[in-house]
């Protein structure tokens, strides 16, 4: 029988951290504000990584890392009169949902872009960072396409053609598509995977750019999804999701 697991690999990427500043000409307070540990480095390489094992500990460090930055751009939001950022309003871009693997597998849904926006906009406000505009969610084809030549790897093992471009099909079938952030498992959605790659710092830093001091109008946040998969014992179910996302450009 197909086993399920949890995924999630970060996209490729050299992101530069800045730290905050009050007054004077320097970066806005909508950037992150200073990290210890992982996060305090001038510079950090999202590296490309298969898999995303967590402990509790783990996820209280991180957590306390979240909230001690998030305080420290409120504080210094505050100092000057103002307030964290509130919620975008509008409607995320439309999605034309198909299907692959003779309608085992189905692509991006308009809810999965939608609930995947909303969740990522509510962690951006909780976290004094600006959130994007609805329309600024796009679904991404490309990304689809490889996200469905995973899923229509003919395995039992959901991790036979999971990765970054590089990986490989049990088939040989030779890889397709864009690279992103990746994300899934059983039970996921839109917005499961926008928090766990908010969880995963390597993520945060590629996806939701919190150290970013321009405006967030013109940049945009590409998606794609897809639910269920090819096996040669068994089909995954619907319920099976992967996910890949990118921060770029509108």
């Not at 490989?168 to 690279?179: A, F, H, K, L, Y």
Request: proline letters at 6%.
């Amino acid at each position: 029988m197909k086993r399920f697991a949890t995924l999630i690999a970060a996209s490729s990427a050299v992101l530069t951290l800045v730290l905050p500043f009050v007054g004077g000409s320097g970066p806005s307070f909508w950037q992150a504000a200073p990290h210890v540990s992982s996060l305090a480095t001038a510079a950090a390489e999202a590296t490309p990584s298969n898999d995303f094992v967590a402990t509790d500990t783990t996820i209280e460090a991180l957590e306390a890392e979240l909230d001690t930055a998030a305080a420290a751009r409120r504080a210094a939001i505050e100092l000057v009169g103002g307030n964290c950022p509130s919620p975008a309003s509008g409607e995320t871009a439309s999605v034309e949902t198909r299907t692959a693997g003779d309608g085992v597998i189905t692509g991006t849904t308009l809810d999965d872009l939608a609930d995947f926006a909303a969740e990522y906009n509510e962690i951006r406000i909780a976290n004094c960072l600006l959130p994007l505009p609805a329309a600024n969610f796009r679904h991404d084809e490309c990304m689809l396409d490889r996200l469905v030549w995973m899923a229509e790897d003919p395995s039992d093992d959901p991790l036979s053609a999971w990765g970054h471009i590089g990986s490989e099909r049990s088939d040989g079938v030779p890889s397709i598509g864009c690279d992103g952030n990746l994300a899934g498992g059983t039970g996921d959605s839109g917005a499961s995977v926008a928090t766990k790659w908010w969880e995963s710092p390597k993520h945060q830093l590629s996806l939701y750019q919190p150290d970013y001091a321009g405006a967030v109008a013109g940049m945009c946040v590409f998606f794609a999804a897809t639910h269920g998969g090819v096996g040669v014992t068994i089909d995954e179910p619907q319920s099976f999701m992967r996910a890949a996302a990118r921060w770029g450009s509108c």
